[in-house]
């Protein structure tokens, strides 16, 4: 429920931190809720999460390229030269193709082959870091199987065996973060690579994605008949 406080009015908008998929898949709510509260107030709203690190800037980012006509890479400058922080640029880009493509699901399925742990379980994917989905052992082929349907993108994960986190050398792993940090990721795309929709997902997820006047309006129209739900 927004609370008033004189004349300053406190909307609140839910996303879980640390949680990439979670980002994406509510950040076009909470960008319509701001561009409300925008245009009611004359232009001045303050931004915050737990630290104002993610989630935050992550917001104001894509207000200022779905809304004020940044590419995304001078939105990232610009906010970078405010303020230190680390918002979700992957979770923008496919929030954005999200809305100018729409969503379609894939079934993927992820293997882990060892008969003789007792618990097999994932992190990451679209759960976020936070969460963790068991596997099922087939115990007539002796591996731990896990089919989830996805939405197009790219899903960081890693499993956790009996307790211990690590990584699944047979399936694609990425190269060793700042902090020495490696997980599995799964890649989930159109079938047809060549059709409209993966052609726009691709650029709109690519290295500088920029957006054109008539794709601006039409991101505009969507958000703007965004109902504001009440929290």
């Known amino acids: 429920m927004p609370k008033a406080c004189g004349d300053i ?34 232009g001045v709203t303050y931004i915050h999460c737990t630290a104002g690190m993610g989630r935050a800037p992550a917001v104001a980012m894509a207000y200022m390229f779905w809304f004020q006509g940044y590419k995304l890479s001078d939105a990232r400058d610009l906010l970078l030269s405010k303020r230190s922080c680390f918002p979700n640029l992957d979770a923008i880009k496919s929030a954005t193709a999200d809305i100018l493509t729409g969503l379609r699901k894939k079934l993927v399925t992820l293997k882990w082959k060892d008969d003789k742990c007792c618990t097999v379980e994932i992190s990451g994917l679209d759960i976020g870091w936070g969460q963790r989905i068991p596997l099922e052992l087939d115990e007539e082929q002796g591996f731990w199987i896990l089919k989830r349907e996805l939405l197009e993108g790219r899903y960081e994960y890693k499993y956790i065996v009996d307790g211990e986190w690590t990584i699944n050398k047979h399936e694609l792993f990425t190269t060793p973060n700042k902090d020495d940090h490696v997980n599995n990721y799964v890649q989930v795309l159109d079938d047809d690579t060549d059709s409209a929709n993966a052609t726009l997902r691709k650029s709109f997820t690519g290295d500088d994605p920029d957006l054109t006047r008539e794709e601006r309006l039409k991101i505009s129209r969507l958000l703007e008949a965004l109902p504001e739900d009440e929290e």
């Open 9 to 42: 009015q406190h909307l609140r908008a839910r996303i879980r931190d640390f949680d990439g998929f979670d980002v994406r898949k509510r950040i076009p709510a909470v960008v319509s809720k701001l561009y409300k509260a925008i245009n009611r107030n004359g």
